[in-house]
């Protein structure tokens, strides 16, 4: 079965630089078009378009100065969420890779992911979450998938960046398939296509959006571990406990590892944990094509699991792991001071505009005099979910007394 596949040619791996599309790759059919017709680029495929467009936009540009773990000038070096999806995309592409999958489609579901997140990281999204409870509450992947198909206003033709049907799918099911028609994601998703096409919500992704998503487990895994030890909220020898990292601490102090500067110890210990996580994937997902031998796209869509994953292995240390920065990293009380009053600054931005839609930018002003209450909150709530971390800091700034320092 591996042979029929093509499977045996990369059962050791691709070398570096070789390509080869298998049939279940999203490119091994055309694509399933976009919302609003378009003449095709004499140059680039659809999806390295969209990668294209998707880079080249306003809410791309912002996420430099959106909060991943610590907010903007708590350090140069802690990533934020432009380098967080920098580090999905490469790592993204890897997998593709050696899967044999298209590599412009993962790397743009990568790069898209966290296009509607709000300032703040998830203390942001918590907070826009709260006040927009009676209106729909608010969900960063729906979200994302508003800013490209309407948020985004730069084209002529069209509102939003046009995406491809598979990007936009990839989008919607980040997490997974949305069974459940009363979630709420449906009714977002349904609202912003019409009556143009379903994105078939209840199958699976493409196995390009199932690496993007594992992509994406990988990446912030091991660079909040970084970020952690970087900042003093670990130690390394904390790190000896840890799931998934201890281990590799461990072999590496034995290996005489005291004698080496933190910086590099930290970074020794975070490639491996991304190596590590890599080649776990892809021998888990090699194992999963070789025993579902899919013949096209749709295959891997209408399969009974996911067919791109890591071993069972792997997801129990990944959520222990988790857990582990859930309670050293993301819960420390440094980091719940700041983003305690980081919310704050959402909420109070949020109810100030609903009370006075005069303070929003023009053109935002003149979108909700037209609007009231349901309709009135999902606007302001894309206007202060776009916002960078600064920017919301200095609109606080402007329309209060006093702002917090988020120090």
């Not at 390009?208 to 571990?225: F, G, K």
Request: aromatic share 6%; proline share 4%.
């Amino acid at each position: 079965m591996a042979a029929a596949m093509g499977l045996d040619n990369y059962g050791a791996g691709l070398k570096p630089g070789e390509r080869s599309s298998a049939p279940y790759a999203a490119n091994a059919v055309p694509s399933r078009g976009r919302e609003h017709a378009e003449p095709e680029c004499p140059m680039r495929s659809p999806f390295q378009r969209d990668r294209d467009r998707i880079i080249h936009s306003a809410p791309f540009r912002r996420l430099l100065h959106k909060t991943q773990v610590f907010v903007f000038h708590e350090g140069d070096h802690y990533r934020t969420r432009l380098t967080h999806s920098l580090e999905v995309a490469q790592i993204a592409r890897t997998i593709a890779r050696q899967l044999r999958l298209d590599e412009d489609l993962a790397e743009a579901l990568a790069l898209a992911h966290d296009l509607g997140h709000s300032p703040f990281g998830h203390a942001g999204e918590r907070a826009l979450d709260q006040v927009t409870a009676e209106f729909g509450g608010f969900d960063h992947n729906a979200q994302s998938l508003k800013v490209v198909m309407r948020l985004e206003r730069k084209y002529c033709g069209f509102d939003g960046m046009n995406l491809t049907w598979e990007t936009l799918e990839g989008l919607a099911k980040h997490n997974g398939p949305v069974a459940d028609p009363k979630h709420s994601v449906v009714a977002k998703v349904a609202g912003l296509l019409g009556h143009w096409r379903s994105l078939e919500l209840s199958q699976y992704a493409s196995a390009e959006a199932q690496v993007a998503s594992l992509a994406d487990d990988i990446a912030y895994v091991s660079h909040d571990t970084d970020d952690g030890l970087r900042a003093g909220l670990l130690s390394l020898d904390d790190l000896k406990e840890a799931p998934l990292a201890g281990p590799l601490a461990k072999r590496l102090t034995a290996n005489g590892g005291g004698a080496i500067e933190p910086s590099r110890a930290i970074y020794e210990i975070t490639r491996a944990m991304i190596t590590a996580m890599v080649g776990d994937c892809v021998a888990e997902s090699r194992l999963r094509l070789a025993a579902l031998n899919p013949g096209s796209p749709d295959d891997i869509r209408l399969a009974e699991s996911e067919t791109v994953a890591f071993s069972d292995q792997l997801v129990g240390d990944i959520r222990a792991l988790k857990a582990f920065l859930f309670e050293r990293v993301y819960r420390h009380d440094r980091v719940m001071t700041v983003m305690s009053a980081a919310e704050q600054v959402v909420v109070d931005l949020f109810q100030r505009y609903i009370a006075e839609p005069s303070l929003l930018p023009e053109a935002w002003h003149q979108a909700a005099q037209q609007r009231g209450g349901r309709r009135l909150a999902r606007l302001v709530a894309d206007f202060v979910a776009g916002m960078t971390d600064r920017m919301a800091m200095a609109e606080h700034c402007r329309l209060f007394d006093a702002s917090p320092e988020l120090r």
